[in-house]
């Protein structure tokens, strides 16, 4: 079986099923267990040097989340994501930053925009590096950030498992992205427009942010 590294080092015995999933989630997230692959509960319960009962309930969990599909007579795989499926999980997430959006600005949108430009920094440098991973990752932490300031449970909750699918998308997002990185003046726009309390603009930028990383991962498809 394949060494899985940083994402599922050997877990404790007395850890609990939620440890397990998150493990599972970054590993799926980060492509160290790649789409389709099969999960074999023998081999990852030696690997994790823990017992099948709770390493049943954490991929129990990631099949509920849809993380897993289990398939009848072969067993649970890693999914695949279709354009398909890519197309609608920037349809969710449009809906739940969104609404993430309205409720800071219920709040502070001002501190909101001074927190996102602060990650934007973050951003420009990688930019400047030329590091697509860093880049990704800076833009992962914009939107979990900008959900996390909504103050919903429920909203970050959804959000989350939306953006471990967005991270299995980033590694082929990235490739389409010209330098200099596309991404940075984009999400200036948005920090901008909170720290200025136009909501409007924010719920404008937001919905045009997404349907543009369609557009880029449609166009991928297109040429491969």
Do not use: W
Request: net charge negative; hydrophobic share 40%.
């Amino acid at each position: 079986m394949t060494t899985l590294g940083r994402f599922i080092g050997p877990v404790d015995r007395e850890s609990t099923p939620s440890i397990i999933a998150r493990k599972l989630r970054e590993a799926i997230a980060h492509g160290e267990l790649q789409p389709g692959t099969q999960l074999g509960e023998a081999d990852l319960a030696r690997e994790l040097g823990v017992s099948r009962g709770p390493l049943r309930e954490a991929m129990q969990r990631l099949t509920q989340e849809g993380l897993l599909i289990s398939i009848r007579n072969r067993g649970l795989f890693v999914i695949e994501l279709t354009d398909d499926d890519v197309y609608d999980i920037y349809v969710a997430r449009t809906a739940v930053e969104r609404a993430a959006a309205a409720e800071i600005f219920r709040r502070d949108p001002v501190d909101a925009g001074k927190r996102l430009s602060a990650i934007i920094k973050k951003m420009e440098k990688a930019s400047d590096r030329l590091d697509g991973e860093k880049i990704g990752a800076a833009d992962l932490e914009f939107h979990e950030e900008l959900v996390r300031m909504a103050q919903s449970p429920r909203l970050s909750r959804m959000h989350h498992t939306l953006l471990t699918e967005t991270r299995m998308c980033v590694t082929a997002l990235q490739e389409t992205y010209p330098a200099p990185d596309d991404r940075v003046p984009e999400h200036n726009e948005i920090a901008d427009a909170f720290v200025a309390g136009d909501a409007e603009l924010v719920d404008r930028l937001l919905i045009e942010h997404m349907r543009d990383a369609v557009v880029r991962l449609g166009s991928r498809g297109a040429a491969t």
